[in-house]
């Protein structure tokens, strides 16, 4: 617990035992029968709807060493070459040169590579748009309304897709799984680890906070327009100031709720001293799942993702925010942050874009590829993120040119600062920047070890940890881990190579 | 240091003789490491003059540094650029795009590639016709080393015809690519076709079959053609077959886009039945068939971030396909098949090297292959007597870390300016876009 960040601990204090893998099993095998029926408190209610059925099991591993290699921690340090000691699946010592007390840990040699820490991407749709592509595949929008609060990612992403074994092969340990943007508010994220499962929710990175997604500008427009709408900018905005008056009205009703609960529960005492009768208990207000998440936004325990191109566009987003008292934690493509990257970092709003993408709407018109270098020059929190099941594979080369951009444009970003864009700050973009994201003791053993530079087109992962797990090593290939790909090469057997 | 080096060399092979005349069209690129049609070689020089490469090689005759200055070149003055710690290679030519067809993806009004209504038969139209030379993507794919394109129409059955353009000039007359004695041979390149119209694979293979029977029947008699066949309600325009049979008798490709194992062969079938010449863009499970593409003398077009099984069609789709397929010789080419994205055509190529195909091949899928196979010219050959179509990058072209310092097209410096680098100018100081009031007139 110590590990997590604030925003972590808040998401945690919300539902204490419920986050897969490392809590008891199902909290209401542990709840008395009447209180499952009526929730005692919002908080309560929110943990019913994140407990697991399927357990995660805790990973267990031979702690190792990797020694000789080029280790860049992604919080300043490089040790070239340097150690990186692991047990437990987590981060024991990281430093230069020899390591010390190495006794029980088992020794790999990675002279002539480069460790890193695990790479993370902000924004994928793996799972929700699962390959192969398929029309029964297509669960990612759910666009039957323009907002959709209550709708969770998690439930749409199936864990068999074969793209987080190709994501892990790149050196994706941590992943946010986000619902699509044809809404303006799309529903829940969620952060996970690419490891196979057989239900999404034993993928969900333990103690991760929830995380929603929300889309301003063309899409939602263009997909509702003709659909009762909002069909404008104007329109949109209308509909987020809406969305969250509700939710702001249903958040006072929780609180009184809570307090005249905690009164009564207060009164029922002092009346059992006295031996008086008893009194009606106060009614909790109903149940709503959009309105809930949105609430959860409001207190600050779900972070904001929102889906938006144009400067003027996240500038009305983040008015909107100020409006009803919370924070944009990342703005998602983000093309025209460089045009305010002096607003966005000292409102400490992450950006996570591409290195190159642009112009295939009208939005996204005046992206250009220093986007991310300027960002980091303005001292904000750039990240390179995918949104792609095959950029996913090679995010390492999408914040190498973002990289080269900005150096061609005399913007000087070293090695470790660009690593960052793909490593500390999704972390931080996720709220897991307490426990994963840099090389740093303490934390989890999420690391790539590359078989040249992370920064060259040929550099690519020679093993990959998650959790102190080795989950890739290119020198023994694995079967696959999608069941959808079991036996398809069946008729190729000892017909080619 | 190694310029007075170089130049010292030179002066000692330079023949002693008249005074330089202005060549303002000549430039001396010295000392690189370059990109030339056997391998990578070190310590070249190379000679722009007149718009094609004039000398190339360790050892350059003629060249001189004359006592006022500069470097000459048998008399003639040149512009002289450093190649040392740099790497030099043939323009980079994207071989299925969009660019200058399109300028907003999803803005219908912006788009040129598609020549719409209900008839599917339309090789007659030339999708040059829509190239827009002033687009602003042309600078924002150039400034990446990319200095030809060939332009793909899109939709129906046989979507027109494809072009080729050098990203240069403010007109399509200017942009087109042009052959000996300046004869335009990027107009009419190739015709773009898709297998369509059916649900089955088999149904959409036979109506490509079925048009070009008819092509060459109209070719062998338009006047019974147009008595007969030619009457029927959704008969394709006449034009449109004599287009399709004066491309395919004059041996221009026919391109067609597939993935799975079983079409590819099912074309290369088609190919040879057909007497075509087919381009097959896609080929993600061409490993598997690459001896019968190879026999019916078929190339491809294949994207190197090919994932797995991205769709049904690529269940056996793998890393190293282009590898595979240049070792069973087939003519492999690497393209973005975009217009924005363009700017990736070279970090695709060196996701190919990553897959296992060689540095050499890999470039050469984004220089020459796509030049031979469309009949580029001299395009893409780093090589004496080509046209001087040529980059100077910092390093490695398929490293996703180096960039062009210099782009030259027909021997002429290229701006490496575009739209993008003045918002990013623009916006280096915030607010960006001006602000302030002007102040009164005087």
Known sequence: ??????????????????????????????????????????????????????VAPRLQHDPFILVGGRVMTANGAVHDPGYVKVKDGELRAVGSGEPAGTEGYTIIDVAGSVVTPGLIDTHSHLGVYPSPWAKAHSDGNEATAPTTPGVWAEHSAWPQDPGFQRAVEGGITSLQLLPGSANLIGGRGVVVRPVPTRGSRAMRFPGAPETVKMACGENPKRVYGDKGGPSTRMGNLRTFRSAFLAADARRTEWRTFEESQAKAAAGS???????????????????????????????????VQVHCYRADDMISVMQVADEFGFSVRSFHHALEAYKIRDLLAANDIAASTWSDWWGFKLEAYDGIPENAAMLEDAGGRPIIHSDSAEGIQRLNQEASKARRDGLRSGIDIDEDAALRWITANPAWALGIDGETGTLEV???????????????????????????????????????????????????????? | MKRALLLCIALLASPAGAAPTDGPDCTVIAGTRAHVPGGAQDGVTAVLADGVIKALGAEIAGLSAPADGGVTWNGRRCAWVDGSAAQLSAGLIEPHSTLGLVEVSMEAGTRHQDAGGSQPVRAHVRVIDGYDPLSSLIPVARREGITAAVLQPDGGSFSGAAAAVRLTGTTQSAAIVRGAGGKQVGRDVAIRAHLSGGA???????????????????????????????????????????????????GRPLIVSADRASDLEALASFAVEMGVQLVIEGAAEGW???????????????????????????????????????????????????????????????????????????????????????????????????????????????????????????????????????????????????????????
């Open chain 2, 200 to 250: 089955s694979f088999a149904a959409r293979l036979s109506n490509l079959r079925a048009v070009l029977t008819e092509a060459a029947t109209y070719r062998s008699n338009p006047a019974a053609w147009s008595a007969g066949m030619g009457t029927r309600a959704d008969a394709p325009p006449g034009q449109s077959l004599q287009a399709l049979s004066d491309a395919l008798s004059t």
């Open chain 1, 269 to 303: 005492k002092k009346k059992k001293k006295k031996g008086s009768g008893s009194e009606d208990p106060p009614k909790p207000p109903d149940r709503d799942l959009d309105l809930e998440t949105l609430i959860g936004v409001l207190e600050g325990e779900i972070l």
């Open chain 1, 1 to 54: 617990m110590s590990r997590l960040s604030a925003a972590v601990l808040g998401a945690c204090l919300l539902a204490p035992s419920a986050f897969a893998g490392e809590g008891p099993a199902h909290p209401s095998a542990e709840a008395p029968a009447e209180t499952r029926s009526a929730a005692t408190s919002r908080a309560e209610a929110e943990s019913r709807g994140l407990a697991p059925v399927e």
């Open chain 2, 288 to 442: 598997l068939v690459a001896d019968l593409l190879a026999n019916a003398g078929v190339a491809v077009i294949i994207d190197p971030f090919v994932y797995g099984p991205g769709g049904f069609e690529q269940l056996h789709a793998r890393a190293d396909n282009g590898a595979l397929l240049v070792s069973a010789g087939v003519p492999v080419m690497i393209s973005t098949r975009s217009a924005h994205f363009a700017r990736k055509l070279r970090q695709m190529a060196g996701n190919a090297v990553r897959g296992g195909m060689s540095h050499h091949d890999a470039l050469a899928a984004i220089t020459s292959v796509p030049s031979q196979v469309f009949g580029l010219s001299d395009l893409g050959r780093l090589r004496v007597g080509s046209t001087a179509d040529v980059v100077l990058w910092t390093g490695d072209p398929l490293e996703v870390d180096s960039w062009p310092t210099h782009v030259w097209i027909g021997g002429v410096s290229q701006s490496l300016d575009s739209r993008q680098t003045r918002l990013r100018d623009r916006y280096r100081t915030l607010p960006g876009s001006p602000t302030a009031p002007l102040s009164l007139p005087e």
């Open chain 1, 442 to 497: 303490g934390k989890r053993a999420d690391i790539v070890v590359w078989s040249g530079s992370p920064f060259s087109v040929y550099g690519q992962p020679s093993l990959v940890f998650i959790d102190g797990a080795l989950r890739h090593d290119s020198e023994r290939p694995q079967e696959p881990w999608a069941d959808f790909e079991v036996g398809q090469d069946l008729p190729l057997e000892g017909v080619v190579r």
